[in-house]
């Protein structure tokens, strides 16, 4: 049973908009720290958005406030404003019980570690020129 399933993705023109979503099932998303990544073929996944359970936000540096990430008591949210042909990639979802990691006594935020608890299967962007 999927976990997270994205939803949104489509084809649209330079400058164009979409808005991505995830719907969480077996658990309740606002008691993790969820996150949208991104993939094009041949590199490897690049973090684009995340939200802590606390609210706490971070972007990638590349979104350059052209994404906006919210979250309901539903679902998980993307909004892509302003594409640009390298926009086009696999959008993926995930989700962790905290954006933390504790070594040695300490504990600090990490916003886009590769290690995730759940993740959906993710939904096509294309953006053409």
């Known amino acids: 049973q999927d976990q997270l399933v994205e939803s949104g993705g489509g084809s649209v023109q330079a400058g164009g908009s979409l808005r991505l979503s995830c719907a969480a099932s077996?658990?309740?998303?606002?008691?993790?720290?969820m996150s949208w990544f991104r993939q094009v073929p041949g590199k490897g996944r690049e973090g684009v958005a995340a939200i802590e359970s606390d609210g706490r936000i971070v972007y990638g540096d590349f979104v350059k406030g052209r994404f906006t990430i919210s979250k309901d008591n539903a679902a998980l949210y993307l909004a892509l404003n302003m594409l640009k042909p390298e926009d086009t990639a696999m959008y993926y979802c995930a989700a962790k019980r905290a954006c933390r990691e504790c070594t040695g006594g300490s504990c600090y935020t990490v916003w886009f570690s590769p290690q995730w608890d759940f993740w959906g299967l993710g939904t096509q962007v294309t953006v053409s020129s």
């Open positions: 077996a658990f309740t998303l606002n008691n993790y720290c």
